[in-house]
């Protein structure tokens, strides 16, 4: 018997989300979240002094899917190098270019802020090309209005920038990232 999960509130259904994330592949977990893989992961980032400061903390994580580049071409974020390369290569059918270009994870997740206010927000984030030499990209939004909250930039071979008005909240966009990544 296959469990079918719930993926929005009666608030999510409000917003207007791409059509991709409607028929979005499951995501095998390469690296479950248990055990030593976590202690892994979280000692990473302890060693890099990110939770020393955050005044925020996640509650859950949950990995909607994913899809190919190709299918949300509207991602605001897409590296121009990527835009110019389809036009060029591909000017009939640029999204050929984009099906063999990394490919995006949707995500859900809520933080807690130290006042126990819940924030639900959802992310994509694509994993890059490195023969590209590409970061990550993508944007994560307040999950039942739809406002864009931080912006995940490609800004260098294998390096992101997260842009966001809270540095506490680009820490744990970045480290949502790497749980991502981790186990896809």
Known sequence: MTKKWILYSKEDRQ??????????SP?????????ESLAELTEA????DTFDEMILSIRSVS???KCSTAKYLECPNIPDHHRENARFYYREHPSKYFDNIGQYYWVDFDIITSDKLTIKLRMV????DADCNDGQWGEVWQRNTGKPVAQI????????TVQTSSSELGKLVGFIIEIV????
């Open 45 to 48: 980032f302890t060693c890099t």
């Open 15 to 24: 917003v207007k989300w791409p059509t991709c994330i409607n028929k979005l």
């Open 27 to 35: 995501v095998k977990n390469k690296h479950p979240l248990e055990g």
């Open 125 to 128: 984030v694509n994993g890059g």
């Open 63 to 65: 990995i909607l899917g």
């Open 153 to 160: 930039l490609s800004t260098g071979d294998m390096e992101t």
């Open 181 to 184: 990544m981790f186990c896809s």
